[in-house]
């Protein structure tokens, strides 16, 4: 079992540059989420989604979107880069709000020059 | 919305003593009660769990209690090895669907 997939596990990026980070879980999960971490910090909820073609705001959504086009995927872009999104990022997933196990994938380092 | 908060954000103890972290919270809506263990480079995980209509769980070392009175629950954990040396997330969740962390607490487990 694959579980949470991320990809890429690193990257680096110059200031303005886009990207997607990919998501993908073979559960047949409901709910899934994208967090970041900075150093020394806890994990901050961006944005999540409670099944295909609905998504909500977290705590810190500004510069970032997502959709949810199947149940198994849910990428998060980064339409205009900047240092402060150097972070990790993690993907997690959930069989439903309130069934209560997150589910992580390892996690994608990004940097942000 | 919900505000968590951990503490210590930092405890190190001798290794075959016991650690305590405790968490609070602000949403009296909050019916489950988790705790996860994140080591290095990897993605938390969870290691024990608790919901709204039980005091008490234990597994093997590590215990939850809850006191939903004063929005309170605590990790325990006893007979600690070095390989509890991790940062470990509370989460309390209730009836929206945002999972929000704890800030987090760094153990270290001193052989």
């Known amino acids: 079992n694959a579980g949470v997939t991320q990809t890429p596990k690193f990257q680096v990026l110059k200031t303005g540059q886009s990207m997607t980070l990919q998501c993908a879980q073979d559960m047949n999960h409901e709910y899934m989420s994208w967090y970041r971490q900075d150093p020394g910090m806890g994990l901050r909820l961006i944005h999540y989604s409670v099944g295909a073609g609905i998504t909500d705001q977290g705590e810190v959504p500004n510069g970032y979107n997502v959709s949810r086009s199947t149940t198994e995927d849910f990428p998060l872009r980064l339409l205009s880069a900047a240092p402060s999104q150097t972070s990790v990022y993690f993907c997690?997933?959930?069989?439903?709000?309130?069934?209560?196990?997150?589910?992580f994938g390892e996690g994608s380092r990004l940097t942000v020059l | 919305g919900e505000n968590v908060e951990q503490h210590p954000s930092t405890l190190s103890v001798q290794e075959g003593d016991s650690a305590v972290i405790k968490c609070t919270y602000s949403?009296?809506?909050?019916?489950?009660f988790p705790w996860y263990k994140q080591e290095l480079g990897k993605g938390p995980q969870l290691i024990i769990d608790i919901r709204s209509n039980v005091g008490e769980k234990k597994d093997q070392r590590i215990a939850v209690t809850l006191n939903k009175t004063a929005k309170h629950f605590s990790l325990h954990i006893t007979e600690t090895q070095p390989e509890d040396s991790a940062v470990y997330f509370c989460?309390?969740?209730?009836?929206?669907?945002?999972?929000?962390f704890g800030t987090g607490t760094r153990l270290k487990v001193l052989a």
């Open positions: 989460a309390p969740q209730g009836g929206t669907y945002k999972y929000i």
């Open positions: 997690a997933s959930s069989g439903g709000w309130n069934t209560g196990e997150l589910f």
């Open positions: 949403d009296s809506a909050s019916n489950y």
